[in-house]
């Protein structure tokens, strides 16, 4: 692989979703509109500690292992998913039914949907504790999906790194879906291709952000060039190392960062609040993240405390992000200002 | 490369015939063939894959507007709406907010899932596209397609017959909540004002309406914007779920943290809210009085209160005649004294002096702020006062009988009631009182309890004690308003136009003036929670002493016939307008707004000859309607959001494309309709008639009224906008082109002073600095909107006193339902606003697809019921049934349903709300004193559901063949 020029990424500080989807949306209504894409969703949300998108997605292989040697993988299947259901609408409201008919899911009840366990979470009232995941595919540095695939069909684009697949090469071969361990790849059934998360590069190209970032109301989604010393990226996930890669241990290097959940106080036996012990236990972060994550803690923590105090923290005043455009490192261009045929142009 | 307003027409209803599924096909080649514009000649040929992906994201134009999600209480949110062939594609941010100072993050992006799928819902199968008639019985759902001459001829028809026997008595408009704040709002008061129908307001019917925020700050609808969050030190989330259901303010909580604030979240639920606290306080249901009393008492106990903010601002040094319990007032004393005024016990002269803040003092002497020589003093020893009778009686302030009620709230007591460890409240008091500012956000869920009167005056008293009312980044918010005289003046006067181009500021007084008489001799408004009292089939149920206040004295009834026989209550929609011949409705859903919503299909609406309903959509209520008018989408037509002041901003819907079908906006809806009903009354030579509280007027005259003189036609949406911009100081230099010119959003310029006291009205306008309410109070002394003049604690209404409410108490529960052993709550969902949303796809695919209750698993368990079961849940007045999600974070003891799932979405075609008793509670039958009166918006009797008792039962659910 040759040293790339520049590679985008994502940091998403969970500090700030309020697990609404409107990533989600934005995204599907956008990209994942098309025929055999009825049930895709690039960006999905899920309440964690949880199953996840697919269901148990963590326990499904992929990546590499410690010595870079590709773990085997298995195919999500379509129930683990969950399908697009459709609704019987049209029995409700012209049917002459009356009330003998209700909304309901056609062919029968599913066991599975991208948001299936929401606002569920893990541990006992009133210890319980979640918080709310937004995933997109990470456009790894070493990408597993672009190693698994016989027809060099995942390309990673040079001027920036995302990863697409090149539907035209692809054979659907699914390679590419066992190999990722974040099972970000979808297979259209009726294309019989390889999709997934484009990090919005029509965008890019025209210096708008990525759907999904741009659309956030909870503004949690920072978006720039890793090597961009002087955006929020780099900060945050170099210089002040509080935005960490969802599972490290899969070997991909992952470009989207995560700055991990600080939940509420937990309460002791008798009731009062036990100081001691994080509502969300630091193992279960460790778990995600990595054994950095309590450093990275540590430091908002530390700098939540100082802004506090004396009003100034370069770290909390990005995280707050006063001017919402200082967000996007620079590919902040309004997109009703980009005329819909410059991409013919530009090609 | 913009289409013609012609083709793009025609393209669209061949499209929207077809469905618009149909056109989901990538466009972007027919769309440069009909602009006869000719393919570029790159584009001609496909290269690879990536132009799949670039044709996705590609669009004739943008509308450069927003659109309005009228139901939403939010506030406004800019869109953009990116237009393919006449049909919105795809909705976008337009985000074009400017910071209001470099202190405080900007609004940006503002907007939520729901607007990003707006168009899912508003090109729904449930979406109604042209006039429908009823073929089969009422609810059946057989529809047959009619022309809008026939529909609009034959409600004519009907509705002069109506008029001419009855009067304006003989029909009624159920109005929900989702009106914008622009031409469709104006149709509809020009239209039933016009013709003397009756219109119900639903503000208590819904439950939102703070009574006892109106008791206390005399105003139900107080609040900042919502970057006066991020500059709070200490942001109590109390009964709500901002998270939620403000998406688009919530960021300023969760920024406002990392500024250094504290987060606590007081919620039973650990709620999606309760994750971006510090410290979420998990309290028993209904017992948030209780804990505000006990934080109270330890400021107090501790001294932790601001005492001259308290002697200054509140009535809580106000004098107290211990043998009535009334409050020591002028006439009392004096022969032929003033009611409204009231005196404290001052310290250096050792007598009563009465308060220049008094309600009833001259109005330019009126003042919060104390004389040099006033010492005022919060607890006197021996005061008394010799009566006009020559009686003397002892005298007590407010704050020594609050120091006494405060009392049964110490810790341990509070501990009992609320659940809550002793020393988590006292921590949560001491860190209230000592932050710098301390802010509590009111939850909608506030008014939804039957007690909820009582928890919004001991919360408000908190944030009084510790002088936090008036502190920027501080203080009990809930929402607030921007006032528009434009609005009122072209809903509410005959004649707006004639306004529009006078300087002449008497000229607009006049017509308020008129405005004022008219509406005095009759109302436009009824109270929608009296008419489903008194005609909608739930008078025993809401007035079932089982289910009320078991240490009330007298049964609820009995509160409420007294209140009538003394006239207590305003203009109470009773038996003379309890079987309607026609029904309109607008703006809602009563089907399902109200508490037992589905009563009305046999009771008002069974006895009804027509019932007409202009709509979106297919809901529970249009089901149950004879004819359906296709109403156009927000962004189908002009209008404004309503002007609710999270976001500082007006926001502008403008028509982005043309209406679906046949549909047309509500305005040409009335305006065609009122033509027909004039030139009906003509034809038949109709003239006088009367509304329907007898005031008589010529039905033949109608639309000339309804038109201002002809100056207003069915297509003059475009007037109307402009005559709210040229009326409103708020949008004084506001043009409609500016607006275009600036994404549909520009920052308000001003303050109503209509408004008055209420409102956002009580500070100046700083367009640069977060608005912050009551600097006209706290900072100029003008005293408040209540009676005394002071935010105020005591109410000595004789129904407070008989009912041991003249203070904020604690009151358990009422087993609202029956004795069962759980508590049914329930919030907003982020899923819908109300019932829109709640049936769309894209997003019923991002939930479980169909009603869920968040049951813990504990009680889940224990009844053998399991994750996705389906279980009934029960109690005295109906049974409704829905999925299981297993939940920890759900206290055990509680049920939780989402709010608004329209009835058809059950299984058994019944919702939550049928089997929520909705007890009335008597202090809202309180008229007629002071500040202390009946009126629509202001105090009326609130529907309530989050007490509702039930108890679970696994259910089967028959398949369908």
């Known amino acids: 692989m040759t040293a790339r020029k520049h590679q985008l990424a994502m940091v998403m500080d969970l500090n700030k979703c309020l697990g609404c989807h409107t990533c989600t949306v934005a995204c599907k209504t956008l990209w994942s509109n098309g025929e055999g894409m009825d049930y895709m969703w690039f960006n999905t949300v899920n309440t964690m500690p949880g199953r996840g998108t697919p269901r148990d997605w963590e326990a499904m292989g992929g990546g590499f292992d410690a010595r870079g040697n590709a773990r085997p993988g298995r195919l999500p299947r379509r129930q683990e998913y969950g399908e697009a259901w459709k609704f019987n609408h049209d029995e409700l409201y012209h049917g002459g039914n009356g009330d003998s008919r209700h909304l309901e899911i056609k062919g029968g009840t599913p066991e599975w949907g991208p948001n299936w366990d929401e606002d569920e979470g893990a541990g006992k009232f009133p210890n319980s504790y979640h918080f709310y995941l937004p995933r997109i595919c990470n456009h790894c540095t070493h990408a597993a999906c672009q190693a698994a695939c016989p027809r060099q069909a995942i390309e990673k684009r040079e001027s920036d790194g995302i990863v697409t697949v090149n539907e035209d090469r692809c054979r659907g071969y699914r390679f590419c879906q066992s190999a990722c361990p974040y099972k970000k790849i979808y297979f259209n059934h009726q294309k019989k291709v390889a999709q997934k998360c484009i990090f919005c590069f029509p965008r890019i190209d025209e210096g708008v952000a990525p759907a999904c970032a741009r659309q956030c109301p909870g503004r949690l989604r920072f978006v720039g060039y890793r090597d961009d010393q002087n955006a929020p990226i780099y900060k945050l996930v170099d210089k002040w190392k509080v935005a960490l890669p969802l599972h490290p241990e899969y070997g991909t290097e992952p470009n989207v960062f995560y700055v991990p959940p600080i939940g509420p106080a937990s309460y002791g036996a008798d009731g009062d609040i036990d100081e001691s012990r994080p509502r969300v236990p630091d193992e279960y972060l460790v778990s995600l993240f990595g054994p950095k994550v309590l450093d990275a803690l540590a430091t908002v923590k530390a700098e939540r405390e100082r802004k506090r105090i004396t009003g100034k923290s370069e770290l909390m005043d990005l995280l707050i992000a006063y001017e919402w455009k200082s967000m996007f490192g620079g590919l902040d261009r309004d997109p009703s200002t980009v005329s819909v045929i410059q991409w013919t142009k530009k090609r | ?961």
């Open chain 2, 1 to 961: 490369m913009k289409l013609s307003f012609d083709s793009a027409r025609r393209s669209f209803l061949r499209g929207g015939v077809a469905g618009a599924a149909g056109l989901m096909l990538d466009l972007s080649n027919l769309r440069l063939a009909i602009a006869g514009g000719g393919l570029p000649p790159e584009a001609k040929l496909y290269k690879d894959y990536r132009d799949v992906y670039r044709q996705k994201w590609a669009w004739d134009h943008v509308s450069v507007g927003t659109h309005t999600c009228t139901n939403c209480a939010s506030g406004g949110c800019s869109w953009d709406l990116y237009v393919r062939d006449g049909i919105v594609w795809r909705e976008e941010q337009g985000a074009p907010y400017t910071q209001t100072n470099a202190t405080v993050p900007d609004y940006n992006p503002r907007g939520c899932q729901k607007g990003a799928s707006a168009s899912a819902l508003y090109r729904s199968p449930a979406r109604i596209r042209y006039p429908l008639k009823r073929v089969g019985a009422r609810g059946e759902n057989r529809w047959k397609r009619i022309s809008w001459e026939e529909a609009l001829d034959e409600i004519a028809r009907t509705l002069v017959d109506t008029l001419s026997k009855r009067g304006g008595a003989g029909a009624y408009l159920e109005n929900g909540n989702n009106s914008d704040f622009g031409p469709s709002w104006i149709a509809m008061m020009r239209f039933f004002r016009g013709l003397g129908i009756p219109i119900t307001e639903n503000f208590a019917g819904s439950g939102d309406l703070m009574t006892g925020a109106t008791l206390t700050l005399g105003n139900p609808v107080p609040g900042a914007s919502s970057d006066d969050w991020f500059r709070t030190d200490y942001f109590v989330n109390w009964f709500g779920n901002p998270v939620s259901t403000r998406i688009p303010d919530a960021h300023f909580m969760t920024e406002a943290r990392y500024r250094g604030a504290k987060i606590v979240s007081i919620t039973p639920d650990f709620s999606p809210s309760a994750i971006h606290a510090d410290l979420w306080i998990g309290i028993r249901p209904g017992t948030d009085a209780a804990l505000a009393l006990a934080a109270c008492k330890v400021i107090i106990d501790e001294n932790l209160h601001d005492a001259p903010y308290v002697v200054e601002q509140t009535d809580l040094p106000l004098l107290i005649r211990t043998d009535t319990q009334q409050f020591l007032r002028e006439f009392d004393v004096v022969p032929g004294g003033r009611r409204q005024c009231f005196a404290w016990w001052d310290e250096k002269k050792q007598q009563v002096v009465w308060s220049a803040s008094s309600a009833d003092i001259e109005q330019d002497k009126r003042t919060l702020k104390l004389g040099p020589e006033d010492r005022p003093t919060l607890e006197p020893k021996g005061a008394q006062i010799t009566l006009a009778s020559g009686r003397t009686v002892a005298l007590r302030t407010a704050f020594s009988l609050l120091r006494e009620k405060l009392a049964a709230y110490d810790l341990d007591s509070a501990s009992k009631i609320t659940g809550v460890n002793p020393k988590v409240i006292r921590r949560f008091a001491r860190e209230f009182a000592q932050a710098k500012s301390a802010m509590i956000y009111a939850g909608a869920a506030m008014g939804k309890i039957l007690h909820g009167e009582l928890v919004q005056r001991a919360t408000i008293l908190l944030a009084a004690l510790t002088g936090n009312n008036g502190r920027a980044g501080g203080g009990w918010q809930e929402m607030t308003f921007w006032e528009l005289e434009g609005l009122l003046l072209s809903g509410l006067y005959d004649h707006p136009s004639d306004l529009i181009n006078t300087d002449n500021p008497a000229a607009v007084w006049g017509a308020f003036g008129e405005i004022g008489k008219e509406q005095a001799a009759s109302p436009s408004y009824i109270s929608g929670s009296m008419m489903m009292l008194n005609n909608g089939g739930t008078y025993a149920t809401q007035l079932d002493p089982r289910y009320n206040d078991p240490t009330l004295p007298r049964k609820p009834e009995e509160y409420l016939k007294e209140a009538i026989a003394k006239g207590e209550l305003h203009n109470v929609p009773g038996p003379e307008l309890g079987s309607p011949d026609v029904i309109f409705n607008m703006f809602g859903n009563p089907f399902r707004h109200n508490r037992m919503g589905d009563r009305l299909a046999n009771t008002l609406f069974a006895t009804a000859k027509l019932v007409v309903n202009l709509t979106l959509r297919m809901d529970d209520t249009a089901r149950h309607s004879d004819i359906l008018l296709p109403s156009a989408a927000p962004y189908e037509k002009l209008g404004f959001k309503y002007t609710i002041a999270y976001p500082p901003y007006l926001h502008l819907g403008d028509k982005a494309v043309a209406p679906a079908g046949e549909a047309k906006s509500d305005w040409e809806i009335l305006s065609l309709l009122m033509e027909r009903v004039s030139t009906e009354a003509k034809r038949r030579n109709v003239t006088q008639v009367t509304t329907y509280r007898g005031v008589p007027y010529d039905l033949t005259q109608a639309h000339w009224r309804f038109t201002d003189k002809g100056r207003l036609g069915p297509a003059d949406d475009e007037k109307l906008v402009r005559l709210i911009l040229g009326l409103s100081t708020a949008t004084r230099g506001i043009t409609l082109e500016k607006l275009r010119a600036s994404k549909g959003v520009m920052r308000y310029t001003g303050v109503s002073a209509i408004g008055g006291r209420m409102w956002c009205g009580t500070s100046d306008y700083k367009i640069d600095e977060p608005l912050v309410p009551y600097q006209d109070m706290v900072v100029k002394k003008m005293p408040w909107p209540t009676s005394t003049g002071r935010q105020q604690f005591y109410i000595d209404h004789p129904i407070f006193v008989e009912v041991g409410e003249t203070l904020p108490v604690h009151k358990e529960p009422p087993m609202a339902g029956g004795h069962y052993p759980l508590q049914l709550t329930c919030g907003h969902t982020r899923w819908s606003i109300h019932t829109a949303w709640r049936d769309v796809d894209i997003l019923l695919r991002l939930q479980r697809g169909e009603p869920v209750i968040f049951v813990n698993p504990d009680d889940a368990k224990s009844r053998g019921i399991g994750d996705h079961d389906y279980a009934a849940v029960h109690n005295d007045v109906g049974e409704f049934v829905a999925r299981v999600k297993l939940t920890p974070g759900i206290r055990p003891g509680q049920v939780h349903v989402y709010h608004a799932w329209l009835a058809n979405q059950f299984v058994t075609g019944k919702s939550n709300d049928a089997l929520a008793p909705s007890p009335m509670r008597v202090t809202n039958f309180a008229g007629k004193h002071g500040h202390v009166k009946s009126e629509v918006g202001w105090i009326d009797p609130t529907q309530n559901d989050r007490d509702t008792r039930v108890d679970l039962r696994k259910h089967v659910v028959r398949e369908h063949p």
